[in-house]
């Protein structure tokens, strides 16, 4: 039995032993990575001689505009708008029209500025229009009249197809 104890002490004095040497030593101090092939120096400044800079994008992006982000001028009549009904009849472009033998079936496909598509059925509103008729050919738009204005002068809008090759 006391073979047994001094071998289970002996033990434990060298692994406290291994463990305390672990802990004695003084942390290393961190190594730098090395830096990466594609890292530019920060005072880095590309010197052209009136070239441009080959890593440059020629083509600037528009800055994003946080006020406006569906992109274009926000009408004064529909501030708070979203979507079709943000979009003024002068800004909208007819791309095409899908007829079927029911008129209310039929569907104008609207482009709006910003790059976005709007799909439009007759009743469906615009900022400044309605959606009075649809046709293979054309879109019929009715203006919406403030009330108490006269509406004797008031026409109807039509925008052609515009088909894009």
Do not use: W
């Amino acid at each position: 039995m006391s073979f047994k104890r001094a071998s289970i002490l002996a033990i434990l004095i060298l692994v406290s032993s291994i463990l305390g040497f672990s802990q004695a030593q003084p942390p290393k101090p961190a190594e730098e990575a090395p830096p990466s092939p594609l890292a530019v120096p920060k005072n880095y400044r590309y010197t052209g001689r009136g070239r441009r800079d080959p890593f440059v994008n020629p083509i600037p992006k528009p800055a994003p505009n946080a006020a406006n982000p569906a992109g274009g001028p926000a009408p004064a009549q529909c501030p708070q708008a979203q979507g079709l009904k943000r979009v003024l009849v002068g800004q909208a472009a007819i791309a095409g029209v899908v007829t079927s033998r029911e008129a209310s079936m039929n569907v104008a496909i609207i482009s709006a500025p910003g790059g976005k598509t709007y799909f439009a059925h007759i009743g469906d509103a615009l900022c400044d229009a309605v959606v009075r008729s649809i046709k293979i050919t054309q879109v019929t738009f009715m203006p919406i009249v403030s009330p108490g204005t006269d509406q004797t002068g008031v026409r109807e809008i039509e925008r052609k197809v515009r088909p894009t090759p």
